[in-house]
């Protein structure tokens, strides 16, 4: 498809209640949106880089500046998703930059093609339970009052952001108050290696999985911790490839793994990942960015994979934002549907989206 120009458009959108994770206490989302200009059709993508570089290295600055100066120079003439692979090769990481764009690409693509992101990727299902991740809290009872109204909304499957001092506390009052419910925790990095015994504390609780105990580079330590408790590891920030998730899986590093496309530079390549697993019966589940309507409807196409076997932090618009950019996704009888319309299946309701934009530059493209 040959594109006349791409759309970088800042917003700001401000959460429902504070997110507190070892790393961050946000209030509101600044994201950045790429928005190509096809012939036949436009697609839009979503970065998942985040303000500050406290998740992992990008930013949201920095992305749209690799954009705007690094990627959209080398879009082929004729583009498609597929060609965005070895086109952007040359640079080196930024996969949230070049994941944006391959999101935006492939919409547009696919919309011509009148089919979804769900049948591109091969989901088969039509709908999927969601996960909520829970931010820490200053107390317990607000805590328990948090997970209270989250399991009464209906949502499958709870996951506490945990740190050393919001570790065992947090997860027995959980179990005390709710029992056998699905439950895990994410760390986020925010151990060491000297720490593997007190994470073994968490192991009584029967949780589904610990999340990215350790910092992103550490595999060994992580392989060398999952000898040291019974609670299953699973990687997400070490998980930056296909390579690097078959990596983990040989090292014994992790025994789940969570996908975000963003972090591994788009949804073929979280595709590859979760086929990799597949092939090893190692359970995927779909991560979050507290994405808007956008990502949400992409990362609800990548939960419907077949691999996909836990629930993901693929919750409702209203866990995060009042007003979504798009129509709201709703928990339906305790299940999120996957959009089934060609693309992305969503679009930006246009009133609210100039409402919440800080700033719009337009990049031609093709002389
Ligand atoms: C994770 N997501 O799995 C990430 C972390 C994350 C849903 O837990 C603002 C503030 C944006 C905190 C994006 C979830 C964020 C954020 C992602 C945390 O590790
Ligand atoms: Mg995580």
Known sequence: MKLSGVELRRIRIPLVAPFRTSFATETEREVLLVRVLGAEAEGWGECVAITEPLYSAEYVDGAEQVIRDFLLPRLPADVTARALGPAFAPVKGHAMAKAAVEMAVLDAELRVAGMSYAAFLGATRERVPAGVSVG????????????????????????????????????????ERFGDIPLQVDANTAYTRADARHLAGLDPFGLLLIEQPLPEEDL???????????????????????????????????SIVNVKAGRVGGYLEARRIHDV??????????????ETGLGRAANLAFAALPGCTLPGDVSASDRYYARDITEPFRLEDALMRVPSGPGLGVEPIMEILDDLTESTAVVRLGG
């Open 136 to 175: 820490i809290m200053d107390s317990i009872p607000e805590l328990l009052d948090n997970v209270d109204a989250y399991l009464g909304e209906g949502y499958a499957r709870i996951k506490l952001k945990i740190q050393p001092g919001w570790d065992i506390e947090p997860v027995r009052a959980v179990r």
């Open 220 to 254: 060994l330590g992580h392989a060398q911790l999952a000898e040291a408790v019974t609670t299953p590891i699973c990687l997400d920030e070490s998980i930056v490839s296909a390579r690097a998730a078959a990596d983990a899986l040989a090292l014994g590093a992790c």
């Open 277 to 290: 697993c597949a092939a090893h019966d190692v359970p995927v589940w779909c991560g979050g960015m507290l």
